[in-house]
């Protein structure tokens, strides 16, 4: 299926019309109807995933060997081996555990993203480890589930305090991702490696204008004002920190001005997007921990002026400030996305959105309120059914929790960038659908919340509607539009950057 060119016309009127289904569907939709909610069920052990460890710390979904179905990298901080778990999805509801010979070192590990960093269509790997002032370790997808470490020879090789966090971004919009690395000391700074398009990395952090120092737990790329360049914030101990893109290579720190910088008493663990009000700007969601009186976790709204505002009371999320991780997800399917946050001692809280401009909390509903202590919650669709489960590791448990919704529409885009313009793993490229009652946006993600990626498919819930627009922007500038698309009954489907070429799958 090939796309259409969009005429500017039809994008001035799309917008108009997207302002005026966002004001109406979000004063008609805020009924907390809870007879259709989808329940989560513990099938670890009938999948083959068991055994982990009991500190668990990090895990990321990544179809690492092509064939369409989610793979999982799992991993603890424990004092001894094993570590590190590499399971394949064997596409028959099940997991097999290729570790083994996988060339993946049995390391204790924080964080875990997958992207495809030398745009040979195969996703490599990236690993923060537990160890004080060790570079993350890169690992090349050689094929047949067999990973090489070339972190040396790629440069990843600054030692700083424990890495935070590992993500990926494009952030020079050149085609191939760069490595940025949180580091929790203030020691040092933390560390961007531009993709030098050789195999290798030069780390610009000063060059950028990130080289100032924090105590960076974790971070997060996103395009808050769309303008096409991934921005970046910093979630720290502290005060937290949010970089505009400038587009030229460097960046401008506008915490202040964007009012994002939270509280000194703060010491923010995880930072989420997602766009809760269908307005077309991604909002921010920061988790903080060791609660005080003035500690909670935030809600930004994203004010598509280059502010944003405070709205966790109104919005009713802001959990106890017990906080480890966060996620974004429209795990029931209906057109609304919602936000999930996992604490230390409290129960993890699914705050359901009911379009209105609040949420109410569901998970003791669905059964996601537990484990506690919860660091990673990878969510994922890893038996392609078109809703969203979710692996919770941590120092309480880890589980694999099936999502058993079967009542709502969904769509699932895998995208594929050219390796030229977009890299092949099409992190920071958006995908718009636009419905009946309004527009969803999602971007590929490079990692996110304290230590995690989801899936690199971008998922949507539609509820009942069965027919959408579909809008691909890839990070290159250009753009795909596949316009009436029918999604009654669920669709799965891949689309290629080159030709603007959808198939289904």
Known sequence: MQSHKLSPLFTIISYVALAILTSCSGASSGSNDSSNLPDFENVSASVGLFDLGSLGQTASWGEFNGDGFQ???????DLDPPNVFLFRNNEDGEFSDVTLDSGISD????????ADFDNDDLLDLVVGTNMSRAPPILYENLGGGIFKDVSEDAGITKEGGTVGHAIWADYDRDGWVDLFQANETFVVTSFLYHNERDGTFKEVSQASGLGDFHITNSAVWFDFNNDGYPDLFLANDGLNTLDLNDGDGTFTDITDEAGVSGDAEWNSVAACLGDFNNDGFLDLYVVNIFSTTSVRNALYRNNRNGTFTDVTEETQTGDVGDGRTCAWVDFDGDGRIDLFTTNHVNPSKLFRNLGNGRFVDVAPQVGLDSPIDVFAATWGDYNNDGFMDVFLNGHIGSVLMENSGTEN??????????GQTTNTSAI???VEVNTSEGVQIREVSGGRGCCEQDMLPVHFGVGRVKIVDILVKWTSGEECSFPNINVEGGRLFQVSEDACDMIEF
């Open 107 to 114: 390391t204790p590990l924080r964080s875990a993203a997958w």
């Open 428 to 430: 920071g490229t958006r």
């Open 409 to 418: 529409n969904f769509l699932i885009v895998k995208l594929v960038g050219n």
């Open 71 to 77: 793979d999982l990298i799992v991993a603890n901080v």
